[in-house]
């Protein structure tokens, strides 16, 4: 998933192991890294995809009360973990090999982000299990403004795997931006939710599911700004996680 205007060619490979074995060796080394560099691209995408997935389906299990599809992100969980230990293998066989530097910051930022993508799994796997016990109460109060942050939430996910993919920096920079947006809405929707249910009672059941579930989407959207923080790293080299490193991304 390295960027194609990344001045370091993350996927350039000029040479792999450089262990003082013979010219055949060292060129065979060479293949086999490059194979390797190739294919975690391949599965980073593969694991995005899954993620990204994973979120789409939970929500929309969510909101057209779907219970069936929710049971089948549940299912899928075990796929995007298969494809986690992938990416963990790849990269140990990469970390063997000494790399250039544009290569190895590849292999560590995949290391990262892969963490996040997993997560963002595991939490699409959450919002449909809230999903399904809300499926089987009647229609809950407030699901079409939980249903705008989902939007949020999704967009930044979205946004994150493209900036990722194509070294866009302004777009993962809009990314970070959008993050006290999607936050504010966030608060605003707990704080209306709690004051329904302590105005209407018969609303806690429901309520408290969908306070969870937009608790996990808010943290859909905080590990899209990871994900958009490691693009910005891959392309420029700069760690941009703080704030106060910000302005120099």
């Given at each position: 998933m390295p960027p194609t205007d990344n001045p370091q060619g993350a996927l350039s490979v000029r040479g792999g192991a450089t262990d003082g074995a013979g010219p055949s060796r060292r060129s065979r080394g060479g293949r086999a890294a490059r194979g390797d560099l190739l294919?975690?691209?391949?599965?980073?995408?593969?694991l995005g995809r899954r993620a990204?997935?994973?979120?789409?389906?939970?929500?929309?299990?969510?909101?057209?009360?779907?219970?069936?599809?929710?049971?089948?992100?549940?299912e899928a969980d075990s796929e995007l973990d298969g494809l986690e230990l992938a990416?963990?293998?790849?990269?140990?066989?990469?970390?063997?090999?000494?790399?250039?530097?544009?290569?190895?910051?590849?292999?560590?930022?995949?290391?990262?982000?892969?963490?996040?993508?997993?997560?963002?799994?595991?939490?699409?796997v959450n919002i449909a299990g809230c999903a399904i016990e809300l499926s089987h109460d009647a229609e809950p109060a407030r699901m079409q403004d939980l249903a705008?942050?989902?939007?949020?939430?999704?967009?930044?996910?979205?946004?994150?795997?493209a900036a990722f993919n194509t070294g866009d920096v302004r777009r993962a920079q809009q990314i970070i931006r959008n993050d006290e947006g999607v936050d504010a809405r966030y608060h605003a929707f707990f704080n209306e939710l709690i004051a329904f249910m302590i105005e209407d009672p018969r609303h806690i059941r429901s309520g408290n599911g969908m306070l969870f579930i937009a608790k996990h989407l808010e943290r859909i959207a905080d590990h899209a700004v990871n994900v958009a923080e490691?693009?910005?790293?891959?392309?420029?080299?700069?760690?941009?996680?703080?704030?106060?490193?910000?302005?120099?991304?």
């Open positions: 294919l975690l691209r391949e599965q980073l995408l593969a990204e997935a994973g979120v789409a389906d939970s929500i929309r299990a969510m909101l057209e009360r779907d219970e069936a599809l929710a049971r089948r992100v549940l990416v963990d293998e790849t990269c140990g066989r990469l970390l063997a090999l000494r790399h250039p530097v544009g290569e190895l910051r590849f292999i560590t930022t995949a290391l990262k982000i892969v963490v996040d993508l997993e997560r963002i799994g595991d939490l699409a705008r942050l989902a939007a949020l939430c999704h967009g930044q996910i979205r946004l994150a795997l490691m693009a910005i790293f891959l392309v420029r080299g700069r760690d941009v996680r703080h704030p106060r490193s910000r302005g120099l991304a």
